[in-house]
């Protein structure tokens, strides 16, 4: 089945650590995202990459880093420079035509810093 | 920059009511619209979407939404909802691009309760 797929699920970290959270697409798209969902806050972008080896900021990128080498993975790093890092991390992907990109989506990892 | 404001983060409603929830946008260009929906302990998928043409569209699970363009408006309507339709509900817009290469703006969300 073609699909997103995030890991870990759940993730505990301390503070000061860095970790990397895992997204891997087999739908051949093009584009893959990464979101933030707080309660009350909806979704918010992080960063975003078009083609393979380059990736954009979002919104909210600072604390963020994210690397785009295949086409197929987009990892992301959530650094101890983020402030307020316990949230829950969506993956998405999108194959880019004229018109909308219609987005998919992974299961998500929540992060948890103790 | 696109916002997305989405006008009630709780709706409760019992099962057999209709369901409309608000949603307008900010950009004034030529826009593409989503609905998408996320039922509990699942991930997010789309309900419906807004290219061009007819600007009332149908999803899935019996939902529709309207798209007003006077009114920089995306309302999302079921007629009769279901227990099952319990879930949050989110509203997005395109990127400024076109294409959505820069992703989707999304609001909120609406988290949409139904009492048997």
């Known amino acids: 089945d073609g699909g997103i797929t995030q890991s870990p699920k759940y993730l505990f970290r301390k503070e000061g650590q860095n970790v990397t959270l895992s997204c891997e697409q087999n739908?051949?798209?093009?584009?893959m995202y990464w979101y933030r969902q707080d309660p009350g806050q909806g979704l918010r972008l992080i960063y975003y990459?078009?083609?393979?080896?380059?990736?954009q900021k979002g919104d909210i990128a600072e604390g963020y880093s994210v690397s785009r080498e295949k086409k197929e993975s987009f990892p992301l790093t959530v650094t101890s420079a983020q402030k307020n890092p316990t949230a829950f991390y969506l993956c998405?992907?999108?194959?880019?035509?004229?018109?909308?990109?219609?987005?998919?989506f992974g299961e998500g990892s929540r992060l948890t810093v103790l | 920059a696109q916002s997305v404001s989405q006008h009630n983060h709780h709706v409760i409603l019992s099962e057999a009511a209709s369901l409309e929830l608000g949603c307008n946008y900010s950009?004034?260009?030529?826009?593409?619209l989503f609905w998408y929906v996320q039922y509990p302990g699942q991930h997010l998928q789309l309900l419906l979407k807004?290219?061009?043409?007819?600007?009332l569209v149908k999803g899935i699970k019996g939902f529709e939404a309207e798209f007003i363009k006077s009114k920089f408006s995306f309302n999302l309507r079921k007629p009769s909802v279901q227990w099952s339709d319990t879930a949050e509900y989110f509203c997005?817009?395109?990127?400024?691009?076109?294409?959505?290469?820069?992703?989707?703006?999304f609001g909120k969300g609406t988290h949409l309760i139904i009492q048997p």
């Open positions: 997005a817009v395109e990127g400024e691009s076109g294409g959505g290469a820069d992703g989707l703006t």
């Open positions: 950009y004034g260009g030529t826009v593409n």
């Open positions: 739908l051949n798209h093009d584009a």
């Open positions: 998405a992907s999108s194959i880019l035509v004229d018109g909308a990109g219609e987005l998919f």
């Open positions: 807004y290219f061009s043409g007819d600007p």
């Open positions: 990459s078009q083609i393979v080896n380059d990736f």
